[in-house]
């Protein structure tokens, strides 16, 4: 039985920095691609950042490129999202997910997810 479990959520002031972590049992994420969204209030589920198995290549959606940053430590089974210089729109539930060749990356195609964190940050 495949389970995500996204960690490291909570309350931060704008300009400052979380990491999230997505731990995974019963899936290995080095040979899957490994997305995270997220979803605020009253929108719908959005893109965020993805990693893909071959080569380790990553897509960021526009609004967190170059303050986001998503990683993997296979020998945790885990990836992280490194939250740097964030702002109240960023304030959402995010979701890590995972499958084998989602198509594309960047698109709710995945066929597992966490239950999500919750990430606030105050102006």
């Known amino acids: 039985q495949v389970q995500l479990v996204e960690s490291g959520g909570g309350l931060v002031q704008a300009g400052g920095s979380l990491r999230l972590s997505c731990a995974a049992s019963?899936?290995?994420?080095?040979?899957?691609?490994v997305g995270w969204f997220r979803q605020a209030p009253g929108k719908e589920r959005e893109f965020v950042t993805a990693?893909?198995?071959?080569?380790?290549?990553?897509y960021s959606a526009d609004s967190v490129t170059g303050r986001f940053t998503i990683s993997r430590d296979n020998a945790k089974n885990t990836v992280y999202l490194q939250m740097n210089s964030l702002k109240p729109e960023d304030t959402a539930v995010y979701y890590c997910?995972?499958?084998?060749?989602?198509?594309?990356?960047?698109?709710?195609?995945?066929?597992?997810w966490g239950q999500g964190t919750q990430v606030t940050v105050s102006s």
């Open positions: 019963g899936l290995t994420l080095r040979y899957v691609a």
């Open positions: 997910a995972a499958a084998f060749d989602p198509k594309p990356p960047t698109q709710n195609v995945y066929d597992y």
């Open positions: 990693i893909i198995a071959r080569g380790g290549s990553t």
